[in-house]
């Protein structure tokens, strides 16, 4: 019990283990900070800066920040909000996310976290960029067009050797995260599943799957994402 | 100096059309045509996607039969994977859809009747168009606005419960269905409080055809009179000759009856229909192959569905199917107004399909999807509420769509509608030098009774202007005239 550390978050009142990831600590206390490139059981990387908080006036990232004795944490305020609505809208422009015919609809956190920021038009202009479909593997369908550049597919989908299924290719507007042409085409079922439920939006699809859930049972169907997080 | 009159753009049409009548230097028509500004952009970006996305991506075609899009590109990929060609279903899957299709048909064909053509027949083609309205119709006969409305409502309710959402859901997958039917959601449709029921929307169906059947009474000679011209029908038929409209052979009959497409298997459409193209228009002509392109075009739709199939599967429907038959006795119906009579007649059938199938326990199963070898090709085709609706897919090695060719029921009505307006025209416009308001509402009503969807898009209804404008042969404007 020694290590407990004291702390809050927008006022509130919370209590941790100190050393405790802020996002971990904050869902301890039944408070939710988005994250989108954070996965549990994988070390944070601090990517994609959707976990945004202000301690001592300074931005700092809710994922990869321990949590220590006395801070004061900004969290839910209009600034940041806008903050994080931007990187939502930053993403959606940079990429090609076409929500209404993608099979992870209802299912994406990109997606979630617009609504939950109330996106309506980016503030940006879209960049419509032009991405390429890799289907060429047996079980997962690779859509470039969605992918965030997030990781946690590169993080956390490896075989019993510890080799990475997912990996970057090429560098600034050429970037992008491919699937290993020799290990892909080994791919179990299982793994395949785990790749799609990796990736928080719909860039890993497994093959011959898509829309089998009905709408109503999909995750964020009936509640914004982070509405998991009380106590 | 012969003038060009365009009427642009269509009001209480979904989409846009624009209409030009061509007329010479005696003033009289010479050639009218229908310019429809069809997108056929969907063919071009399914490729290279996954085909299962294939029903959710084209069904966004349309805002008001999504569904048809939804379900015939299902009925394709069911192809692909292997599922058969339209009865290899398991008996959820087959009767879920089937339930979709014909909620999909109940609230179209709702919604065509009461909102947008039924304006029509209430204040008269030549009323003040500020009237001749649904509002129109909410203030004057209120109960027949609430009417439509919940009509359409329980239509989009049984969607809802098939396919996840009112419009633009998830329900069809290749293969089969993702949901079958709870228990609380088929007691609600059979059992739901007053007028939300089965029962009710029968009756209520019932109601409108005798409604058209007064009207017709009365005012004989015009709906007998307008655009009236032979022509083909074509539609699919259930394979012993019933109104089938989720499933069932390629039929086409001639202007006599005759048939000139003999139930043939829909797999093999392309050895039939031909699509031509006309450098006037951004919509192809399809018609029937053997009979060349002058003979072999063909009306869909209600009125072509009337005339293709032997009988109505349904009794109440089947009753009003054999006094609407007697009218021409027996022959095939080409009478252009009477497609509403024709419509109003499936919207009964429909009514007692949904109802039927309420009543099948099958609904509630939960063996929903099924595959078999997989196919590299595969056509859909479905009677959408305006018509035989074509889907047709061909994928590569990698499960992605590789070719994709949709003919909707707009396009098969085409030719048709090209030749009820010019009919108008030369009847109303002949010998004139203005454009009065009737010959703008003449025209609307020939496209109208149609049902088309214009180039597919979802639009607030009457809210877009009508414009004509009249040109000499060297193109200058000579007159224009909007209405509101
Ligand atoms: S594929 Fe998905 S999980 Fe992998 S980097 Fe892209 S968005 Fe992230
Ligand atoms: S979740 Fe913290 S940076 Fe992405």
């Known amino acids: 019990m020694s290590n407990l550390v004291k702390f809050r978050i927008d006022k509130t009142e919370c209590m941790a283990e100190a050393g405790k990831y802020i996002v971990e600590a904050a869902k301890e206390n039944g408070i939710y900070i988005p994250t989108l490139c954070n996965m549990p059981g994988v070390k944070p990387q601090g990517a994609c800066r959707i976990c945004t908080v202000r301690i001592n006036n300074r931005l700092m990232t809710a994922c990869t920040t321990p949590i220590a004795d006395g801070m004061e944490i900004e969290m839910d305020i209009p600034e940041l909000n806008d903050l994080r ?147 | 100096m012969s003038k060009k009159i365009t009427i642009e753009p269509v009001t209480r049409v979904e989409g846009h059309g624009k209409v030009t009548i061509h007329m010479d230097n005696q003033g009289k028509v010479y050639q009218t045509r229908l310019h429809i500004v069809e997108f056929r952009g969907f063919e071009r970006f399914v490729q290279g996607r996954p085909y299962w996305e294939a029903p959710v991506l084209v069904q966004r075609l349309c805002g008001i039969c999504p569904v048809s899009h939804h379900l015939a590109a299902a009925k394709a990929l069911d192809v692909i994977v292997g599922a058969g060609t339209g009865e290899g279903l398991t008996p959820t899957g087959e009767k879920m859809r089937r339930l979709m299709h014909y909620g999909q048909i109940f609230q179209s064909h709702a919604l065509h009747f009461f909102h947008l053509s039924s304006p029509d027949f209430l204040f008269g083609i030549d009323a003040d168009p500020n009237i001749r309205n649904v509002i129109g119709v909410a ?184 006094l609407y038959k007697s009218l021409t006795n027996g022959k095939p119906n080409s009478f252009c107004l009477h497609t509403h009579y024709a419509r109003l007649i499936e919207t009964l059938h429909a009514a007692e399909v949904i109802r039927d199938l309420l009543n099948d326990p099958d609904l509630l199963g939960d063996d929903l999807v099924i595959k078999g070898t997989k196919q590299k090709e595969g056509v859909g085709l479905l009677e959408a509420p305006r018509g035989t609706l074509f889907h047709h897919y061909r994928i590569n090695d990698n499960d992605q769509i590789e070719m994709a060719n949709l003919i909707v029921s707009t396009t098969n009505n085409n030719e048709p509608m090209n030749r009820s307006v010019n009919y108008v025209a030369k009847s109303i416009m002949d010998g004139k030098q ?51």
Not at chain 2, 436 to 453: F, G, K, L, Q, W
Request: some cysteine.
């Open chain 1, 85 to 231: 609505k931007a990187i939502v809208e930053m993403l959606f422009v940079s990429g090609n996310h076409f929500c209404p015919a993608c099979e992870k609809s209802g299912d994406c956190e990109l997606q979630a976290l617009a609504y939950r920021y109330q996106m309506f038009v980016p503030r940006f202009p879209y960049e419509f960029p032009q991405k390429e479909v890799d289907a060429s593997s047996t079980r997962i369908i690779k859509d470039q067009n969605r992918c965030i550049f997030c990781k946690r597919c590169i993080k956390s989908v490896k075989d019993e050797q510890g080799r990475s299924y997912f990996a970057f290719r090429h560098r600034g507007h050429k970037l992008e995260v491919v699937l290993d042409k020799e290990l892909g085409m080994s791919m179990s079922e299982e793994k395949a599943e785990q790749a799609m439920q990796s990736c928080p939006v719909g860039s890993i699809l497994v093959k011959e799957k898509g829309f089998s859930k009905p709408i109503g049972k999909r995750k964020f169907d009936h509640s914004p994402i982070g509405s998991d997080i009380k106590l």
């Open chain 2, 139 to 322: 203030l004057k006969h209120p109960d027949l606005a609430v009417q439509g409305v919940m009509m359409r409502k329980f239509g989009q309710e049984i969607i809802r419960a098939t396919a996840g959402k009112k419009i633009h859901g998830t329900g069809a997958i290749p293969g089969g269905i993702n949901k079958n039917l709870s228990v609380e959601e088929r007691d609600e449709f059979l059992k739901g409080a007053d007028p939300l029921n089965a029962d009710k929307m029968v009756s209520w169906a019932q109601d409108a055809v005798e409604f058209f059947k007064g009207y017709y009474k009365a005012n004989k000679e015009f709906i007998d009179n307008f655009a009236h011209f032979p022509s083909n029908h074509l539609s699919i038929v259930r394979k012993d000759g019933a109104m089938d409209l989720y499933h069932g052979v390629l039929r086409a009959v001639d202007a006599e009856g005759k048939k000139i497409l003999h139930d043939v298997d829909y797999q093999e459409y392309n050895k039939y229909i031909e699509e031509e193209v006309r450098s006037w228009s951004y919509m192809k002509f399809p018609y029937i192959k053997e009979l060349g392109q002058d003979h072999g075009w063909y009306r869909v739709g209600p009125l072509a569905r009337l005339n293709t199939c032997d009988f109505i599967p349904t009794p109440l429907a089947q009753k009003e199917f054999e």
């Open chain 2, 434 to 484: 203005e454009i009065t308001e009737s010959m703008m509402n003449a025209v609307e009503v020939a496209i109208r009774a149609y049902d088309p969807c214009l180039s597919c898009a979802t639009h607030a209804l009457g809210k877009m202007p009508l414009e004509i404008k009249l040109y000499d042969d060297n193109n200058n404007l000579l007159d224009a005239k909007k209405s509101q």
